[in-house]
């Protein structure tokens, strides 16, 4: 009898697990051609970040009469809700993730004239860095000593974005333990503004996880379905790392010990008004010589299960990180350190 109830509650756990994936797949991973290896060198110049183009003014009004009323163009009969639905990135069966190939940004006039919000849509400017790839070594503890090696993958096609996590504990042919963390969204003149986030755990001989974000602007579906408000601004787990190095190529926000950096962050559990703490420069030995970094810190911990991260930022490779070290709690973490070169698309 015991036997039975436990395979009939692992059997509801599978049938509910899949009704969730199909409601919500995943969005197929972007994939982009990395050309060239990238060295450290001085920082780069400060970049603004561009500006939206001005909106032409209303042409004068005309005292003559008007003109018989014409038909409207099909596209401005569409819908506000399907010009959303339009203007998304179309999900595919996360069964199968197939990949998209990240073509070169299309010409500013191929672009849509105005976004779903109503607002003329910029392409990105040079504050944003290019595609890149950057693979980390692993170690940490989880109920003991644990290594293996982890990927950050930044990727860019015309407005849209995706950022990878990767992880995996234990030997790449068999992990014991894969996480990915996957925003996907748009990038705008104010900064990054994730419309998804994807939470995705396997640990070996138990039931694959996801947590699932989806962003509506000023408010954000939680993993157990709630709807709550957010702040403008606000970041997921993964998009915050690309925020901050805009942060600090824009110049928006200087590094210097003592500094605080406030970034509104969504996690699955629940919200935070999080704070980075720049607690100084530190010089790191990694596979590409000494860096000089900069630490940052979280001035508090997460909460909750809720994961929270301590980075090391290196002017010298774009702002990038070079070290990250990702807490659930003062046993359980795993530390990221760079291994190889970055990879980098074409600018």
Same mark, same amino acid.
């Given at each position: 009898?015991?036997?039975?109830?436990?395979?009939?509650?692992?059997?509801? $756990?599978?049938?509910?697990?899949?009704?969730?994936?199909?409601?919500?797949?995943?969005?197929?991973?972007?994939?982009?051609?990395?050309?060239?290896?990238?060295?450290?060198?001085?920082?780069?110049?400060?970049?603004?970040p561009a500006a939206p183009k001005p909106k032409p003014r209303p042409a004068a009004r005309s005292s003559?009469?008007?003109? &018989?009323?014409?038909?409207?163009?099909?596209?401005?009969?569409?819908? !506000?809700?399907?010009?959303? !639905?339009?203007?998304?990135?179309?999900?595919?069966?996360?069964?199968?993730?197939?990949?998209?190939?990240?073509?070169?940004?299309?010409?500013?006039?191929?672009?849509?004239?105005?976004s779903a919000a109503g607002t003329e849509e910029t392409l990105p400017g040079p504050e944003w860095p290019?595609?890149?790839?950057?693979?980390?070594?692993?170690?940490?503890?989880?109920?003991?000593?644990? $290594?293996?090696?982890?990927?950050?993958?930044?990727?860019?096609?015309?407005?849209?974005?995706?950022m990878h996590l990767d992880v995996a504990v234990g030997p790449s042919f068999a992990p014991l333990i894969?996480?990915?963390?996957?925003?996907?969204?748009?990038?705008?003149?104010?900064?990054?503004?994730?419309?998804?986030?994807?939470?995705?755990?396997?640990?070996?001989?138990?039931?694959?996880?996801?947590?699932?974000?989806?962003?509506?602007?000023?408010?954000?579906?939680?993993?157990?379905?709630?709807? !709550?408000?957010?702040?403008?601004?606000?970041?997921?787990?993964?998009?915050?790392?690309?925020?901050?190095?805009?942060?600090?190529?824009?110049?928006?926000?200087?590094?210097?010990?003592? $500094?605080?950096?406030?970034?509104?962050?969504?996690?699955?559990?629940?919200?935070?008004?999080?704070?980075? !703490?720049?607690?100084?420069?530190?010089?790191?030995?990694?596979?590409?010589?000494?860096?000089?970094?900069? $630490? =940052?810190?979280?001035?508090?911990?997460?909460?909750?299960?809720?994961?929270?991260?301590?980075?090391?930022?290196? &002017?010298?490779?774009?702002?990038?990180?070079?070290?990250?070290?990702?807490? %659930?709690?003062?046993?359980?973490?795993?530390? =990221?350190?760079?291994?190889?070169?970055?990879? %980098?698309?074409?600018?």
């Open positions: 009898m015991l036997l039975a109830h436990l395979w009939l509650g692992e059997a509801v $756990h599978r049938l509910h697990q899949g009704w969730s994936e199909a409601a919500a797949p995943m969005p197929a991973r972007l994939v982009v051609a990395y050309t060239r290896e990238l060295k450290a060198a001085k920082p780069p110049a400060r970049v603004a003559a009469p008007k003109p &018989p009323l014409e038909a409207a163009a099909p596209t401005e009969l569409l819908p !506000e809700s399907v010009a959303q !639905e339009a203007s998304a990135p179309v999900p595919t069966p996360a069964s199968s993730e197939p990949a998209v190939a990240a073509a070169d940004p299309p010409p500013a006039a191929a672009e849509p004239a105005a290019p595609s890149t790839l950057l693979s980390y070594r692993l170690s940490g503890n989880y109920r003991g000593e644990v $290594h293996g090696n982890a990927q950050v993958e930044w990727i860019r096609q015309g407005p849209r974005y995706q894969s996480r990915r963390m996957s925003s996907d969204g748009r990038l705008t003149p104010a900064g990054v503004a994730p419309q998804r986030y994807d939470e995705d755990t396997r640990v070996m001989f138990s039931q694959r996880r996801r947590s699932t974000l989806l962003f509506h602007g000023d408010a954000v579906t939680m993993p157990n379905g709630s709807r !709550e408000p957010v702040p403008a601004g606000v970041q997921d787990a993964a998009s915050q790392f690309v925020q901050l190095t805009r942060l600090f190529l824009t110049g928006a926000e200087p590094l210097r010990a003592g $500094h605080v950096i406030d970034i509104p962050l969504v996690l699955p559990k629940r919200q935070y008004l999080w704070r980075y !703490e720049i607690l100084g420069e530190e010089e790191l030995q990694t596979p590409m010589g000494r860096l000089q970094t900069w $630490h =940052l810190k979280p001035s508090k911990a997460a909460g909750g299960g809720d994961l929270s991260a301590e980075v090391w930022i290196a &002017p010298s490779l774009q702002y990038l990180p070079v070290r990250l070290r990702i807490r %659930q709690d003062e046993q359980t973490y795993i530390d =990221l350190m760079l291994n190889a070169p970055p990879q %980098q698309g074409a600018p």
